[in-house]
């Protein structure tokens, strides 16, 4: 059974940092595309970051863009979401996910594995 198990949310204060980790198992993931997003509370799952299977692809959001990157160690069979700088406007659970192709992805529907996710929330 594939599992994403993410962890590392937390309350933290604006301006604050956190590193997400997303461990798989039950298949290794080493060749496939990896992301995450997020969702707010009354709003769609939104893309966050992305990374090809060999970690030299990345894409972010521009919301994020110079404050997160994403990072992924095939032999641990991990990514991760280093997150810098936090505004009140990055609170949300953060979703893992995994896709069956090798590429990195922004679209939601790309994604063929997700976790139960984990809760950021940034005070101001």
């Known amino acids: 059974q594939v599992k994403l198990v993410e962890s590392g949310g937390g309350l933290v204060q604006a301006g604050d940092s956190l590193r997400l980790s997303c461990v798989a198992s039950g298949r290794t993931f080493s060749s496939n595309g990896m992301g995450w997003f997020r969702q707010a509370p009354g709003k769609e799952r939104e893309f966050v970051a992305t990374?090809?299977?060999?970690?030299?692809?990345?894409y972010y959001a521009n919301s994020v863009k110079g404050r997160f990157t994403i990072s992924r160690d095939n032999a641990k069979n991990t990514v991760y979401l280093q997150m810098n700088s936090l505004k009140p406007e990055d609170t949300a659970v953060y979703y893992c996910a995994a896709r069956l192709a090798a590429g990195w992805d922004v679209r939601r529907d790309e994604y063929n594995y997700w976790g139960q996710g984990t809760q950021v929330t940034v005070s101001s």
């Open positions: 990374i090809n299977w060999a970690g030299d692809r990345l």
